[in-house]
Nanobody, 117 residues
Framework: QVQLVESGGGTVQSGGSLRLACASS????????MAWYRQVPGKQRDLVGG???????NYADFAEDRFTISRDNAQNTMYLQMNRLEPEDTAVYFC???????????WGQGTQVTVSS
């Protein structure tokens, strides 16, 4: 069973940047899609964006122009570069991977991102 581990969370001031990483215990080349989600306590988990095995990347509206998803197959790691962070971006960020689109998903444990005003 592959495991995903997020890292890179922390506290940053409004306007700052953070880079999150999602490290896989197995080859990420096996995944059809990997994605980032975020969740605020008491609310649903929202999609931030995803990267497909063919290289296509999509983003939620709030992430467009500020966030960048990338993957390094050699390091078996997916990244989320977040710029111009706002207090509204405060959440726990999770990564997710699926071997088949629409199939069962593997989740990481999450990493906390806090943006202070």
């Amino acid at each position: 069973q592959v495991q995903l581990v997020e890292s890179g969370g922390g506290t940053v001031q409004s306007g700052g940047s953070l880079r999150l990483a999602c490290a896989s215990s197995g080859s990420i080349s096996d995944f059809a899609v990997m994605a980032w989600y975020r969740q605020v306590p008491g609310k649903q988990r929202d999609l931030v964006g995803g990267i497909f095995s063919g290289g296509y990347i999509n983003y939620a509206d709030f992430a467009e122009d500020r966030f960048t998803i990338s993957r390094d197959n050699a390091q078996n790691t997916m990244y989320l570069q977040m710029n111009r962070l706002e207090p509204e971006d405060t959440a726990v960020y999770f990564c997710n991977a699926q071997r088949q689109i629409g199939g069962s998903a593997t989740w990481g444990q999450g990493t906390q991102v806090t943006v202070s005003s």
